[in-house]
């Protein structure tokens, strides 16, 4: 979907040689056009079109399936691409092409585009409102919860797609915890780890070619990564302190996580490279922290804290201050952004109540329950915006 203003192509004025005596010959034509037409198959589609990119400056909207005529360019070479174009639509083959245009020709240039089925302004969470454990989508507004497993085993923390378009959670259908990856629809489930330890708390990295996971595998808990299929397994952080609940940064070149490997910090939130190198603690206090989440624009990290009750904080990192977000003395656990930033979910419960998924805006405001239901809701995940 586009953002800002779409600039219209001008026409180049046509220049005449000679003098300016009127019965002088007129020049041929100095410059071409160029027709981009595009064909769009698949599901979810984004009607409004996508935006040609010329020479990384001019833009015109396009059709989905369809063409627009650029006139007045000057001849020579020039590269086009398509921009704006949704999150789960690919461009097939390059994007970025070169095209030569002659002087009163028309070239053409076509792109063929390829769209997943998606989902746009959910939220998927897990709840045992059925009996077990199962994956749930709802809109963002609470509305329209939608159950995608429905299995008998336990199936739990969701997490969406970049493309909004599958959503990896762990379960134990196998008879341990393991990492699987469904479409949005719940159809074509997939095991991806398939081994006898216990992995669990998957997350998409940006571009959504890698999955990171903690697993015990090598005796104790321990961040992994692996590709979206789940091959080219490998251990980042190879320690023998605890690390779990891996985070990724919204450039994927680091992952936050929490471990013990400080002393005196129970759980502590830290962060690495995303091949993880340079491991260094984020929070300071001596508390227990969990669900680090990094915000759309890294400049602020979302956790909880505390000991016997636990609340949402926020922390700036250019400036270093700790925000507070909620102060409910109850369980308020596991913060997600939303993709624009300007909320948060969470999961909240007292006891002996079981918890439900809320919404609040960033700086804690306008608190709401989205799911109110019987069963033991959380573990909230944002699809993408269009």
């Not at 220049?15 to 071409?32: R, W």
């Not at 056009?33 to 990119?53: F, I, Q």
């Not at 997939?190 to 940006?206: F, G, I, M, Q, V």
């Amino acid at each position: 979907m586009r953002h800002g203003a779409v600039l219209s192509l001008m026409a180049v004025p046509v220049l005449y040689a000679g003098c300016k005596d009127s019965t002088a010959p007129v020049a041929g034509p100095l410059t071409g056009s160029l027709l981009v037409t595009t064909v769009t198959v698949g599901d979810t589609l984004d009607w409004d079109g996508y935006t040609v990119t010329l020479n990384d400056t001019t833009t015109a909207v396009v059709p989905i399936n369809g063409g627009i005529l650029l006139s007045g360019l000057e001849a020579g070479d020039h590269s086009v691409e398509l921009t704006d174009v949704q999150v789960n639509c690919q461009v097939s083959g390059a994007n970025r092409q070169s095209v030569s245009i002659t002087a009163g020709d028309t070239a053409q240039l076509s792109f063929g585009l390829n769209c997943v089925v998606a989902l746009f302004n959910h939220i998927a969470f897990h709840s045992n409102r059925d009996g077990n454990f199962d994956i749930y989508v709802m809109l963002a507004d609470g509305s329209g919860h939608t159950n995608l497993t429905n299995h008998l085993a336990q199936d739990a923390e969701p997490a969406f797609s970049p493309s909004g378009s599958h959503i990896a959670f762990t379960s134990n259908r196998d008879g341990n915890r393991e990492i699987y990856v469904m479409d949005v629809d719940g159809s074509k489930l997939k095991n991806l780890t398939n081994n006898p330890a216990e992995d669990r708390y998957p997350a998409w990295s940006p571009d959504g070619s890698q999955i990171a996971f903690v697993s015990n595998r090598d005796g104790n808990d321990e961040i992994y990564v692996m590709g979206a299929d789940g091959s080219n397994l490998w251990n980042l952080t190879n320690n023998s302190a605890l690390d779990i609940e891996p985070a990724w940064s919204p450039d994927g070149m680091q992952i936050l996580f929490i471990s013990n490997r400080d002393a005196g910090y129970p759980r502590a939130v830290f962060v690495m490279d995303d091949d993880g190198e340079n491991p260094r603690r984020l929070v300071e206090n001596l508390m227990w922290n969990g669900g680090p989440d990094w915000s759309p624009d890294g400049t602020m990290l979302a956790y909880h804290t505390g000991e016997h009750t636990y609340e949402i904080y926020v922390k700036e990192f250019e400036s270093g201050k700790v925000l507070t977000r909620t102060s409910f003395e109850g369980e308020a656990v596991h913060p997600a952004w939303s993709p624009d930033g300007s909320r948060i979910a969470f999961a909240l419960g007292w006891e002996p109540e079981v918890p439900d998924v809320y919404v609040m805006r960033a700086d804690g405001s306008d608190l709401r329950n989205l799911t109110n239901a019987a069963g033991w809701d959380g573990m909230p995940t944002w699809s993408p915006t269009r």
